[in-house]
């Protein structure tokens, strides 16, 4: 299950819950991984299509416009998490 925080007609803050499949939630995970959709497609046993298909509800249903979008929206909802490393200074 993934939230979002919208604005309703008075302009208060409400929460909206978008029920994920567990085939969506996997095909966005696997989106945050830099895999091209052909990768994607063969790591969830797809054909491109259906895979393509699944991208495309995505960027709907989360009201995103492009693969970014989708990773920033996995990113802000804990779905995915980015571990950045800092390199130590050298003395």
Known sequence: MA???LYDQDNIMVLERNLLSGQELNSL???CTG????EVAIKMILNLRAAGNLHDNLFIRLHVKSRLGLVTY???QGIVCV???AEKEKN
């Open 3 to 5: 939230n979002r925080f």
């Open 74 to 76: 996995a990113r802000w």
């Open 35 to 38: 895999l091209t959709y052909k």
């Open 29 to 31: 995970k696997l989106a």
């Open 83 to 85: 571990l950045v490393i």
